[in-house]
C-alpha cells in the first residue's frame, strides 16, 4: 500500500512461500509474477528474476525462506539493469521488499542482516514475523516492517492506524496493522535475549549436521555462510510422503513446507486473483515433492536430535531409499 502498487501493476515472487506473500500482492489488486527458486537455497533466482521482469513490475518480493537471508544486492543488480535497459529517466526503481519471517536475526555472507534495508542490503523494504514458530516469536500474530526511507516510513506508519496520520487526520486508506501491547513485550523481551537463541538455533542444526551429514540420501540445509538462523530446518529426500508417514508412527513429528506451492492454489491457478508464471516453474514444483522439515528449535536436546537422525535413518531404509533427491540443476 505504501508504495503505490496497485491494479496493472505486476510483483514479482517466487511461488515458494506460505500464501500471505502472495496475498499482500492481491489485496492491492496487483498482478502477482511467479519466479522459480534455487533448489539448495530455496531463493529467488537471479536468472529467473531477470526473466520474469516486464515493463509493468514495480516490486519484487524476494522470501528468505528458512532462515537464509537472500542475496538482496544480486537481486537489485537484477532490477537496476532491467531499469537501465528500460531508458531509466523518470522511471522509478523497481522496489525490492524482502520477506523476513523466518530471517530475522540472519545475515548474508557479506555480513548484511536480514530485514535491514538500506543501500548494501539492495532492499527497499524488509518485514518480518513475530508468530510464535518464527526465530523472534510472540505469543501470538504481529510482525514488524523496516524502511530506511523517511517518507516510506511515514506512510508504513499511517496506513498500520488506519490512514492517521497525525494531527493531519487521516489522510491515506489503511487498516488496523498495530502491534498489541502483550506481544509487545513479549517481542521486546526477546529481543534482547535474540543473539542467545539466533546461536542456540545454529548450534542446533550444527547437531544435525554432525549427525546426517554422511547419510548422502540426506540433502541438508546450506548454513547461508554462517549466518543461517535455522527457522525451520528442512532437508530433502526421496519417498518423502512415505518417510513422513513413518516417522509420524515412530513419535517424529514433521511438517511440509510447502506441500503446494502458491501457484498451484486455487485462488491462483484458478483465477480468483490475478498471476502469471515469469518462466518455467520445475524447480519449485519437483522440490514441493522432497521437502521434510524436522523438529527445531532453539532448546532442542541432543539426545532428541539423535533420535530422530537414528529413526529417519530407519524410515529411509523401510522406504527403500539408496539415493540422494535429483539435483534439479537449470
Known sequence: MALGIGPGDEVVTPPTSWISTAEAVSLVGATAVWADIDARTYHLRPDALRAALSPATRAVIAVSLFGAAVDGPALRAVLD????????????????????????????????????????????????????????????????????????????????????????????????????????????????????????????????????????????????????????????????????????????????????????????????????RGGPLDVAEAVAAEVLSLPMGAFLRRDAQERVAQRLRAALDAEGVTEPPPTHAV
Not at 96 to 111: C, H, M, N, V, W
Not at 240 to 263: C, E, F, I, P, Q
Open 81 to 276: 539493469a532491467h531499469t537501465a535497459a528500460a531508458g531509466g529517466g523518470d522511471r522509478r526503481p523497481i522496489a525490492l521488499i524482502e520477506d523476513g519471517a523466518q530471517s530475522f536475526g540472519a545475515t548474508t555472507p557479506a555480513g548484511v542482516r536480514s530485514c535491514c534495508p538500506g543501500v548494501a542490503a539492495g532492499v527497499t523494504v524488509g518485514v518480518t514475523s513475530f508468530f510464535p514458530t518464527k526465530p523472534l516469536g510472540g505469543w501470538g500474530d504481529g510482525g514488524a516492517v523496516f524502511v530506511a526511507d523517511g517518507a516510506l516510513a511515514a506512510g508504513v506508519r499511517a496506513r498500520r492506524v488506519h490512514g492517521r496520520a497525525g494531527a493531519g487526520g487521516h489522510t491515506v486508506v489503511g487498516l488496523n496493522g498495530r502491534l498489541d501491547a502483550l506481544q509487545a513485550a513479549v517481542v521486546g523481551v526477546k529481543l534482547r535475549d535474540m543473539d542467545r537463541l539466533v546461536a542456540a538455533r545454529r548450534a542446533v542444526a550444527a547437531v544435525y549436521a554432525a549427525l546426517l551429514g554422511a547419510d548422502a540420501r540426506v540433502v541438508l540445509p546450506t548454513d547461508g555462510g554462517g549466518g543461517h538462523v535455522f527457522g525451520v530446518y528442512t532437508v530433502r529426500v526421496r519417498a518423502r510422503d512415505g518417510v513422513a508417514a513413518r516417522l509420524k508412527a515412530d513419535g517424529v513429528a514433521t511438517a511440509v513446507y510447502y506441500r503446494v506451492n502458491m501457484h498451484q492454489q486455487p485462488v491462483y491457478a484458478g483465477g480468483v486473483a490475478p498471476s502469471r
